[in-house]
T-cell receptor, first 111, second 112 residues
């Protein structure tokens, strides 16, 4: 595997389900990010992790819970989501504040 | 102050033509302006970037024009090809910052 990988690529869940998104970067970077991409809206930064430590949380609802066990892996735990949370969730990584490299995203649908 | 406004939302250009996408920002602390290209089913990928100490940067058929006084920058795609059909995002950030502020995106279609 190369670059940034994300699993699953598609996810359908009910509002009462609990699911997790996984991201892995194979670039040796020290920073990882979660973004939300909704139709006709700018990419929204959700969380930033540097060296496994969360350094930014852009007022994201607590129903989204990130986890970064090491510099190569990032998870987004989801619970009791709303239909408006349906979107493409993108993971990215970078070396400090250099170029961000994005994964292909997980298309999430909340029923 | 944190917004980056991008236009147009969608653009159709004939093969061989010039595609132009514009962005404007308010925050004068921004000093790094990348453009990302996104194909369906893929994540955004860095296409070209500029810093405000130059007014233009060219890489192959892609050129960024930067107007610091107007707080505007634009992407020009010369000799546009069907393979350039994608969604393009402009973005901006402060020196050393990790937070990128993105525009809304432009869906570009190049007709053969």
């Amino acid at each position: 595997e190369t670059g940034v990988t994300q699993t699953p690529r598609h996810l359908v869940m009910g509002m009462t389900n609990k699911k997790s998104l996984k991201c892995e970067q194979h670039l040796g970077h020290n920073a990882m990010y979660w973004y939300k991409q909704s139709a006709k809206k700018p990419l929204e930064l959700m969380f930033v992790y540097n060296f496994k430590e969360q350094t930014e949380n852009n007022s994201v609802p607590s129903r989204f819970s990130p986890e970064c066990p090491n510099s190569s892996h990032l998870f987004l735990h989801l619970h009791t989501l709303q239909p408006e949370d349906s979107a493409l969730y993108l993971c990215a990584s970078s070396q400090y504040a250099d170029t961000q490299y994005f994964g292909p995203g997980t298309r999430l649908t909340v029923l | 102050q944190q917004q980056v406004k991008q236009s147009p939302q969608s653009l159709i250009v004939q093969k061989g033509g010039i595609s132009i996408i514009n962005c404007a920002y308010e925050n004068t602390a921004f000093d790094y302006f990348p453009w990302y290209q996104q194909f369906p089913g893929k994540g955004p990928a860095l296409l070209i970037a500029i810093r405000p100490d130059v007014s233009e940067k060219k890489e192959g058929r892609f050129t960024i024009s930067f107007n610091k006084s107007a707080k505007q920058f634009s992407l020009h795609i010369m000799d546009s090809q069907p393979g350039d059909s994608a969604t393009y995002f402009c973005a901006a950030r402060r020196e050393g910052a990790q937070k990128l502020v993105f525009g809304q995106g432009t869906r570009l279609t190049i007709n053969p």
